[in-house]
Nanobody, 117 residues
């Protein structure tokens, strides 16, 4: 399985971006998909994940600002990011866990999000 992420870029504080991640293979309801991010000098952290097992989870720092959604017919997961802040600046990685929680895990190549005035 390959994951292709897109949609990153540079935006001013308060702006919005929408990330997309398309999987090369089919994804099912038992698979968990989501987004992680890694800022310079920091560890990779969960941003938002969505699956039938475990439901939808967001990092506290993005609750109310980010929305994750999935289109299983298109094998794609999205991350709508609103009210962006400078501290959201990071490389965002798409993640897929097949047959969550025990199946294999895959990562996308990462897409840069920069929030700056």
């Amino acid at each position: 399985v390959q994951l292709q992420a897109s949609g990153g870029g540079e935006v001013q504080p308060g702006g919005s971006l929408r990330l997309s991640c398309a999987a090369s293979g089919s994804i099912g309801s038992g698979d968990r998909m989501g987004w992680y991010r890694q800022a310079p000098g920091k560890q990779r952290e969960l941003v938002a994940v969505k699956g039938s097992v475990g439901g939808t989870n967001y990092a506290d720092s993005v609750k109310g600002r980010f929305t994750i959604s999935r289109d299983n017919a298109k094998n794609t997961v999205y991350l709508q990011m609103d009210s962006l802040r400078p501290e959201d600046t990071a490389v965002y990685y798409c993640n897929l866990r097949k047959h969550f929680p025990y199946g294999p895990e895959y990562w996308g190549q990462g897409t840069q999000v920069t929030v700056s005035s």
